[in-house]
């Protein structure tokens, strides 16, 4: 059963990076098939997709975030990473990785952590 | 873009009630769509896949239906520990994207 674990600054100024990772355990990043995206949620919102690498190395982004979003993979350290650039208020949120066997779905999730951006 | 529409928002309902919630497409997704619940402070985790199919372990009395561009989630008799938050979630293939529902809140009353 794969486990994913986010790590990563949870303090970003407006203008800045916010640079996120998830430790992927339980199983290959690499494995054929499999997808690995990033979602987010503002406090007390709804569910948004940010976008997601495929196990190819392919990349899929959101298109309200493109502009903005690299998703990235380490496969010697089974993680793979979010980088979203230029961050404003809007942008504080709780941010989640999660996997993805069939494409479809997203089956296991990380536990979330939550990003602020402030001065 | 496909958009998902989702409703109610909120819903208020008794223990023992049967709950639905439906979810609406701007277009047609085939089988595209399952359904999360998310408890506060937690990941979403996935109840009903490709429209109708049960995720392993989870309890009988969710179900899911629908096909094209409607589709309804239920709870045959809903219990107390099934208060948390329910998303529909559908996948476009053609643009190789995602997008959720608004969300529907379920209290108990």
Same mark, same amino acid.
């Given at each position: 059963?794969?486990?994913?674990?986010?790590?990563g600054s949870?303090?970003v100024k407006p203008s800045q990076t916010l640079s996120l990772?998830?430790?992927?355990?339980?199983?290959?990043?690499?494995?054929?098939?499999?997808?690995?995206?990033w979602?987010r949620?503002?406090?007390?919102?709804?569910?948004?997709?940010i976008g997601?690498? *495929?196990?190819?190395? #392919?990349t899929?982004y959101n298109p309200s975030l493109k502009s903005r979003v690299t998703i990235s993979?380490?496969? @010697?350290?089974?993680?793979?990473s979010l980088k979203l650039s230029s961050v404003t208020a809007a942008d504080t949120a709780?941010y *989640?990785?999660?996997? #993805?066997?069939?494409?479809?779905?997203?089956?296991?999730?990380?536990?979330?952590?939550?990003v602020?951006v @402030?001065? | 873009?496909?958009?998902?529409?989702?409703?109610?928002?909120?819903?208020?309902?008794?223990?023992?009630?049967?709950?639905?919630?439906?979810?609406?497409?701007?277009?047609?997704?085939?089988?595209?769509?399952?359904?999360?619940?998310?408890?506060?402070?937690?990941?979403?985790?996935?109840?009903?896949?490709?429209?109708?199919?049960?995720?392993?372990?989870?309890?009988?009395?969710?179900?899911?239906?629908?096909?094209?561009?409607?589709?309804?989630?239920?709870?045959?008799?809903?219990?107390?520990?099934?208060?948390?938050?329910?998303?529909?979630?559908?996948?476009?293939?053609?643009?190789?994207?995602?997008?959720?529902?608004?969300?529907?809140?379920?209290?108990?009353?």
């Open positions: 059963q794969l486990q994913l674990q986010e790590s949870g303090l990772t998830c430790a992927v355990s339980g199983g290959s990043i690499s494995s054929g098939g499999y997808s690995w995206s979602i949620q503002p406090p007390g919102k709804g569910l948004e997709w997601y690498i *495929y196990h190819s190395g #392919s899929y993979v380490d496969r @010697s350290k089974n993680q793979f709780v *989640y990785c999660a996997s #993805s066997m069939t494409t479809t779905l997203f089956d296991y999730w990380g536990q979330g952590t939550l602020t @402030s001065s | 873009d496909i958009q998902m529409t989702q409703s109610p928002s909120s819903l208020s309902a008794s223990v023992g009630d049967r709950v639905t919630i439906t979810c609406q497409a701007s277009q047609d997704i085939s089988n595209y769509l399952n359904w999360y619940q998310q408890k506060p402070g937690k990941a979403p985790k996935l109840l009903i896949y490709d429209a109708s199919n049960l995720e392993t372990g989870v309890p009988s009395r969710f179900s899911g239906s629908g096909s094209g561009t409607d589709f309804t989630f239920t709870i045959s008799s809903l219990q107390p520990e099934d208060i948390a938050t329910y998303y529909c979630q559908q996948y476009d293939n053609l643009l190789r994207g995602y997008t959720f529902g608004q969300g529907t809140k379920l209290e108990i009353k």
